[in-house]
Structures are given as C-alpha cells and as structure tokens.
C-alpha cells in the first residue's frame, strides 16, 4: 500500500496514477490530550487502521496525481536520523573534497556514529527546497528512508526490520562548510520526504535497491542500497543503542557518491526501485 498526505493536509492512498482521499479514516484515531505522547499518531495506529483506509479507497475521491500538492508522509515527526558518509565510494568524494577545501577530517560512520536532523526541517515534495544561506554552496542527497512503525529499544539487526513500516526517498540536503551536520542539515525545507510511504511490505527487501537522482537530463546520483556501508537492519540496531525509536522516526540511511551543488530554478528528479518518482524544485529564499 502506498500512503501519502496531501494539499492542505488529506491523507491518501496512491493507486496507479491517481490519490483516493480517505481521510475519513483519521476520526478513528483516538483524542489526545495534552502533554502527548511520543510519535507520530497516525503511524502509531497505522496497522489498526489499515483494513479501514483499503475499504475506505474503495470508494474515495480520486484525483489524478500530478494535479495534487504531496506533503511529508509523515505529519509529526519526532527524530529524523541521519547516516554520514554510509556508501564506501561517498567516503572517499568527501575526504578529497575536504583535503581542498581544509575542512575538517571526514571520519567513518563507525567513528562519528549516526546523527540527527531537526524535525522542523522535513517537508514533502510538493513544497520544494528553499535554498538559504544561498551564499553558500547547498547539495543533494538521495537517500533510502526508513519509517519506523513500532516503539522500540536495544534492537537486534535480525528483528530490526519488523519495526519499520515503511519506505520512502529522502532528500538531506546540505550546506557545505564546518559546522555541526546537526546545523547544516537542518535548514528549513533541507529534509525532503516523499513522494508516499510504500509499506514494508509491499516495499520487501532493502538490502538490494536501485536509486537515481537527476537534474535536467543529467544523472547525478546512481546507485544500489547494496553498497550501504550500515544497511537499514545496521542503522536501526545501532539507533536504537542510543535513543528508543519511536513511530515515524525517519532514518536517511546515507547518500552514495555523486553529491553535487544545487541552485534556485533546479528541479531534482529522484527515483528509487519499488516506491517511484519525486521531484523537488529548488527555489530562492
Ligand atoms: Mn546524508
């Protein structure tokens, strides 16, 4: 099943080229009073809800898809968690970029760990990339993302795949410099998710998965999850060394070679195998 949010906040399923509104299902999750709890209440009931928005797509408004505004699948994210330099060929473009430029020492995933992206970054693709800071060089970043489904602790890369409950294409963009990753990747609009959440299981296996970032005609980003130095069963058991995971955390799990510049006008066409399209326009600030 692929699930999106859409205009000024519907929820979706996406079925061919066509968005059937079901947000009526939404009034079947519970009321909450303040303070809440953690994780996204959508994606925390989603597997009650789920037999629910398959009938209710039945018979839901349909709209075709390119007439719709997508949104972030995910409405109210908690941590978004991120894996630097987690494809071999990525490393090595950034520790000689880095020797030009005299920043800092670019370490390993196995040295500097997983970091995290504010969550008043994400946006979804229909809301576009605003390029502040534009005196600055900005990058793309494709990557696989991973949504958790379920809260969870201390878990074991054999199990860790049972707790997401889905898929996407995650931008991390980027301002290049030294500072923090937990400030250059926070901007604004520079956590893109998109275009819709393929469930887990219709998404499958996320260890061998062909992906693509172009701008114009021109291919920028190409590459095979396979070469994911941590894969997704990795990144979750190490995440959840360090922070309980929470329904609808996102984990960006790392970008591949190919990270190059961005500039208002662009238009990024992204692609992974078994989710689909995204494009996300550049514009100024
Ligand atoms: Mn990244």
Known sequence: MRICRFDEG???????????????????????????????????HFSELRSAIEEAAKSGARKPIEQVRLLSPIGNPGKLIGAPVNYKLHLDEARAD??????????????????????????GPGEGVVSTW??????????????????????SKDDALSYVVGYAIGLDMTVRGTEDRSLRKSLDTFSVLGPW??????????????????????????ANTRDLILNVADLIEYASRAYTLQPGDVIMT????????????????CWIDGIGKMSVSVRAA
């Open 197 to 222: 959440m393929v469930t887990a299981d219709e998404f499958g296996d996320p260890s061998s998965v062909d992906f693509e970032l172009k701008i114009g005609e021109v291919s920028r980003q190409k």
């Open 254 to 269: 790392g970008t591949p070679e190919g990270v190059g510049p961005v500039d208002p006008g662009d238009r990024m066409d």
């Open 98 to 123: 880095s020797e030009i430029h005299n920043d800092t020492k670019i370490l390993t995933i196995h040295e500097c760990g997983v970091f995290l992206k504010a969550n008043s970054s994400l946006v």
């Open 10 to 44: 519907l929820l979706g399923v996406v079925d061919g080229g066509e968005v059937v509104d079901v947000t009526g299902v939404l009034a079947r999750l519970p009321s909450q009073t303040w303070p809440y709890p953690p994780g996204d209440l959508f994606i925390s």
């Open 134 to 155: 534009a005196d600055r060089r900005i990058d793309h970043e494709i990557e696989l993302a991973a949504i958790i489904g379920k809260p969870c602790r201390n878990v």
